[in-house]
Each structure stands twice: as C-alpha cells, then as structure tokens.
C-alpha cells in the first residue's frame, strides 16, 4: 500500500513539473478559443454553431500534448527498471500514471473546457455536460495516449508513431462527446451519446493497461 | 529472502548475435559473483536475464529460497543499472524517499540509508546539480534502505571516488554477513572477495 501512494504521489508531482504541467494544456486550450473567432470570422451565429465542437476537438489535441513522454524520460533514464522490479504490476503502474496525468492535465482541462465554450458562444446551460463529457474523454485520452506512449518507446521518431496509432483510437470518443453536446443544444436526445463515451472510456482505462505494460517489458528486454 | 541462484546453461541472443552460450554458475548465501568480459561481451545482458527482462535463448535462472522465480524478482531483487534511475527534475530528496518506499523501506529507513552513503547533505538539491558520483550514491541509498537479498549491480564503481569505493565495499561485506548474494558486471576488481565469472568469449 505505501509502495502505491509513493508512485501516486511521484507520477502527480512528475506530470505536474513536466513541460509546464496544467498550464500548457490549458493554454493550449486557451489560445484555440482565442484564435478560432479570428479564422471563422466573428459573426456570432456559425461561431456558436460550432463553439461546442471546437472545444472538444481542442480539448482531445491538449490532452495528448503532455502524453508523448509519458514513458520516455523513465526509460531514458532507467527508472522503468526500478518500477518494473517493485512491488505491483507493471499494469498498476501504467494505470497509476495514465491517473495521474487525467488528474493533473485532465481534470483542470475538463473545468476549463466550458468556459471556452461560452466563451465561443455555446449556451451557458450546456456547461455541465461539457464538464462532463471533457472529464470522461479525458481518461479515455489519458489511456489511449499513454498506449501510444508505451508502444512508441525504444523506437526513433516516436512522437509521429504516437499521432499515428492514437488517432483512429480518438475518433469513437470525439464523436461521441460531440454528439452528447450537439443533441443537448439542439435538444435532441444526448444522454445515449454520453452512455457510449463512459463506455468508451471505461474500456480504454481497463485494456490499455494490459497494453502499456507489454509494450514497456518489451522495450525494457 | 533468496538462499541461492542457479544459472544453468544460459544463453542469450541479442537479435542474430549470440552473446554467450551454456552459461551456468551457482551463487549462494554470503557470495559474491563478478562478472567479468570485454565490452559487449554480454555482462548486462545477463544481469537483465537474471532480473526477468531479456528472455534467454535457452536455459534457465532458478532462485532457491523465494516461492517462484517472479517474486523473487519483484520481492527479494535490487537491480541498479548503469543507468542511475533518478528524475533530474526532482530533489535528490524527493528520490530517495521514493524509491526507499517503492521497495518496501519507508522515509526514515532512507534518510538514514543516506546518511550512511554520506549524502545527507546533498539531499535538498536536484538531482541535475549532482555530479555523477553523488548521483551513484544517491541511488544506493535504496540497497541500504530496503533489506533484499540478492543485489544485481552494473558496474556500481564506476563514476566513484576511492573514499566511495571503500565505503560500498564495507556495505556488499555487511550485506554479505548477513546472507546476501551479490552478482555484479565489473571491470575493476570488486574491493571484497568474490568469484569470478567469465562471461562471452
């Protein structure tokens, strides 16, 4: 059990120093919104039209940004042997890490997220549901970026191998958070797109584990 | 806690390369081995065989005294690499606390681990500021920390000072007098008694 807070305590204080910790996704987040009025033109009627959406899809880019080097920088410097040689499964630790990126980068992504939706001009009573549908597409990012992280390790050129198998993976989820959204402004049902996004997301936190592990012993030999 | 470790007509390919075949030798309780070869000869390779990372071509590594092979690895093993396994954006405190409590010691085990490494005063520091040597001993600090008993080192000399080397010599005897087994790849001969086994060639 101390063995599992001390590697919770250590992955949230690594994500939270690496490349700027929250403050780059949600900057990354920020400076969409800002520049997105300008390319679309600033009538209010087709920004708010797609306010919600290009939220979202910002939201997915910003998640992936902190992940490339999620595994990197342990192997690089032979801290995967040491979490490979403790006392839980490689699995746990994928786990952990993928966690304690969806809470450092995540969940403040997921506070953000509505803000500059309304911003953009989406309805403020929209907000919940983006708060939710950003928190529960966040873990789905965490994981599937972290797989993509672990896959990419040992190979050179791995950040354009991570952009390459992660983003059929996001597709599922950005279409069903955005249909979750898009039926709620429009009042159509939205609740089924929601359902289908914690599924999703419940699925990638529970197999990716099984894959970031393999992918790491398979580096590590 | 491991009482003995087989090593039995080991081999190891990397790729196409056959690093070494038919490899066998037998540690026990109070033993220390030294792998010695050439470089590229394969010394890390069997320590990584040893420790459940490289999958050997043919043979086998047994650990007496442990339920089966992986909880030796996971509950009885201390593998220190070349490669020193800190993060250089964290405190050297911060590490050692970490990595006492990820193989079971806790923080005050480690701090006192350090003082014995003499690095107690290098402890506030991040890791990046250390030289190579501090770095070295900062990541023993976890071998003294956590009671283990079969220590798996890469060349743990190397980027140490004579001062050092002594030091860690009295800890392997230590650890040795109290059953342990010490398996390490060197160049320099070890400052305390050990076998020697050639590896490759």
């Not at chain 2, 080192?153 to 040795?176: F, I, N, Q, T, Y």
């Amino acid at each position: 059990m101390s063995a599992l807070w001390a590697l919770v305590e250590r992955e949230i204080s690594l994500a939270w120093g690496r490349g700027g910790g929250p403050l780059l996704a949600v900057g990354f987040l920020a400076a969409v919104t800002t520049l997105a009025p300008l390319a679309l033109g600033p009538a209010p009627g087709p920004l708010a039209a797609v306010a919600a959406g290009v939220t979202w899809v910002a939201l997915a880019l910003a998640s992936l940004l902190a992940l490339e080097r999620l595994f990197e920088r342990d192997f690089e410097d032979g801290a995967l042997d040491l979490l490979a040689l403790g006392p839980l499964p490689l699995e746990i630790v994928a786990a952990v890490k993928c966690l304690a990126q969806w809470l450092v980068n995540g969940a403040p992504l997921a506070l953000a997220a509505p803000i500059a939706a309304i911003a953009l001009g989406a309805p403020v009573r929209a907000a919940l549901l983006i708060i939710a549908v950003s928190a529960l597409g966040g873990i789905a990012f965490a994981f599937l970026g972290g797989t993509g992280a672990a896959l990419a390790l040992a190979s050179r050129r791995g950040g354009l191998l991570v952009a390459v198998i992660v983003l059929p993976l996001l597709i599922p989820p950005v279409i069903f958070g955005g249909a979750a959204i898009g039926g709620f402004e429009q009042g159509l049902p939205w609740l089924s797109g929601l359902a289908l996004l914690g599924a999703y997301a419940l699925a990638a936190a529970a197999l990716a584990p099984f894959a970031m592990a393999g992918a790491c012993r398979n580096a590590l030999s | 806690m491991i009482t003995a470790l087989d090593v039995c007509g080991l081999s190891v390919q990397r790729g196409e390369r056959v690093l070494f075949r038919d490899l066998s030798f037998r540690a026990r309780a109070g033993e220390a081995v030294a792998l010695v070869g050439a470089n590229g000869a394969g010394k890390t390779s069997l320590l990584r065989a040893v420790a459940g990372f490289i999958t050997p071509a043919a043979g086998r590594v047994s650990f007496e005294g442990a339920r089966d092979a992986d909880e030796a690895r996971r509950a009885h093993c201390h593998l220190l690499g070349h490669l020193d396994g800190l993060k250089t954006s964290r405190s050297a405190r911060e590490e050692v606390v970490f990595q006492a409590r990820w193989v079971g010691a806790d923080a005050a085990r480690a701090l006192a681990a350090a003082r014995r490494l003499g690095v107690e005063r290098q402890l506030d520091l991040d890791v990046r500021r250390l030289s190579a040597g501090q770095r070295r001993r900062i990541a023993l600090v976890r071998l003294i920390a956590a009671e283990r008993s079969l220590w798996l080192l890469d060349e743990p000399l190397a980027p140490l000072d004579l001062a050092a080397r002594a030091l860690v010599g009295k800890l392997m005897s230590e650890h040795l007098g109290r059953g342990g087994l010490i398996l390490a790849a060197v160049h320099d001969p070890l400052p305390i008694a050990a076998r020697t086994v050639q590896v490759g060639a």
